[in-house]
């Protein structure tokens, strides 16, 4: 079974300091890690994915994520915060193996507030 | 290329009334996913598709809820005797032929309101 823990609900940040959002895993297979946005009555936008290549992946919009298997752990960050930034983010793990190889699970989410 | 496509965008009803949901997934996607998104919460899956076949309905919370996907593309999700719980957000997400990793491509929802 797979499970994804977002450890803070909300983060603020100043325009222009780094952002990190924290995100804990667990999962019986090698999981595939996901960060999704999702603005304001919009659907979900694909951050970035890590699919056991490279540790470290970039994304778009200047927002990478390592994978830290010994920490279980695969934490967004940023150098820079920007107005735009402020939106709701959920990491969500995805387990290959077994029958419930295509069911993704979503943490619940944190809310980024961006402050001028 | 089009994205994901859900229609209606918004939908009110009354207590007890059916409602149909629609979606279009990426022209070419194998794999089509719903999901109920309760304010404030994270999306949760309800059922999952690789083109007609219905492989998990684990997530449909009641047999008041039933989906469907006939010709392997539009998929629809029917509410029956809704109910105040059933308002919600309701995703739909598509993926292309199983590969390992791939991400799921989603269409931005049909908000549901239940009266």
């Known amino acids: 079974a797979q499970s994804v823990t977002q450890l803070d609900s909300h983060v603020s940040v100043s325009e222009g300091t780094p952002v990190l959002l924290r995100c804990n895993y667990s999962?019986?297979?090698?999981?595939?890690l996901f960060w999704y946005v999702q603005h304001p009555n919009k659907g979900l936008q694909l951050l970035l994915k890590y699919t056991s290549a490279a540790t470290l992946v970039k994304g778009i919009n200047g927002f990478e994520a390592e994978f830290k298997k010994s920490e279980t752990s695969f934490h967004l960050t940023k150098p820079s915060a920007h107005m735009s930034d402020a939106a709701e983010y959920f990491c969500?793990?995805?387990?290959?193996?077994?029958?419930?190889?295509?069911?993704?699970?979503f943490g619940k989410g944190t809310r980024l507030h961006i402050l001028p | 290329g089009a994205g994901v496509s859900q229609s209606p965008r918004y939908k009110v009803a009354k207590r007890g009334q059916d409602v149909a949901l629609r979606c279009d997934p990426i022209?070419?996607?194998?794999?089509l996913f719903w999901y109920q998104q309760a304010l404030g919460q994270g999306p949760e899956f309800l059922t999952y598709f690789q083109n007609e076949a219905q492989l998990d309905k684990s997530g449909l919370p009641s047999d008041r809820f039933f989906a469907e996907r006939p010709e392997g593309s539009v998929s629809t999700l029917k509410i029956q005797r809704t109910q105040q719980e059933d308002s919600a957000v309701y995703l739909c997400?598509?993926?292309?032929?199983?590969?390992?990793?791939?991400?799921?491509?989603f269409g931005d929802g049909t908000r549901l309101s239940i009266l």
């Open positions: 999962s019986s297979y090698s999981p595939s």
């Open positions: 022209s070419g996607h194998v794999s």
């Open positions: 969500v793990v995805s387990a290959f193996g077994g029958n419930r190889d295509d069911k993704i699970i």
């Open positions: 997400a598509s993926s292309s032929p199983r590969e390992w990793g791939q991400p799921q491509h």
